[in-house]
């Protein structure tokens, strides 16, 4: 109930083409979907999130794309460049009665962009 | 300003050192929290502080020892570790939970190393 699944492990997309990760979860309490981007030896940064109540949202190149009904959402990468050759992480915010903002994390995936 | 600091980027102890690892946020976060981050993984919660309380502990060795000495600051005081600890430790911070909004900001890490 607690997890998010994430995939794929690894993914090689040509420059210019479009990324796609995929995320799923159980816990219909979840009330937030972050998306972080971390590349070797730094901190993960946050690169986009959506609410339950929005369907898609876009942010420059990267776009997540959410199906409450499925209990899935995704990142799109459009027009992907090698900068964007990282490990993402998508993660689910866990509704503890109000306590605390606890994430969840997806497994993380491995973004290789080739020039 | 989105920006959390954490200091040393770089440490190595011995089993039976003492150490600190100290983080720094200016954005008026009132929610405050400590990850461990293995290479390849996702980050791994470890502590969460909410108003300079602590309001979670991952059953976290006692080895590990928080502190929150005022809204903007948080230390991971560090005893007698093993090899094992080596990792990356992540601080991040961000509103309380029944604030929006729920974006929490990753610090660059330090880098740990126990021999």
């Known amino acids: 109930q607690q997890q998010v699944k994430q995939s794929p492990q690894s993914l090689i997309v040509q420059k210019g083409g479009i990324s796609i990760i995929n995320c799923a979860y159980e816990n219909t309490a979840f009330d937030y979907f972050p998306w972080y981007q971390q590349f070797p030896g730094k901190g993960p940064a946050l690169l986009i999130a959506?609410?339950?109540?929005?369907s898609e949202k876009k942010e420059g190149r990267f776009t997540i794309s959410f199906n409450k009904s499925a209990k899935q959402f995704s990142l799109h990468i459009m027009d992907s460049q090698p900068g964007d050759s990282a490990t993402y992480f998508c993660a689910a915010r866990g509704n503890y009665g109000g306590a605390t903002n606890k994430l969840i994390f997806g497994t993380g995936t491995l973004l290789a962009v080739q020039p | 300003d989105t920006e959390v600091t954490q200091t040393p980027k770089h440490l190595v102890m011995g089993m039976t050192n003492k150490k600190s690892l100290k983080c720094e946020q200016h954005m008026g976060h009132r929610a405050m929290y400590w990850y461990k981050q293995k290479a390849k993984k996702p980050p791994e919660l470890m502590f969460v502080?909410?108003?300079?309380?602590?309001?979670i502990n991952e059953s976290v060795p006692s080895r590990f020892s928080p502190e929150c000495p005022n809204s903007s600051l948080l230390n991971l005081h560090l005893h007698a570790l093993q090899p094992e600890d080596s990792a990356l430790y992540l601080c991040a911070s961000s509103q309380p939970a029944r604030i929006r909004p729920h974006e929490q900001f990753f610090g660059p890490g330090t880098r740990l190393t126990v021999l």
């Open positions: 502080y909410s108003y300079e309380k602590l309001s």
């Open positions: 959506i609410r339950p109540d929005v």
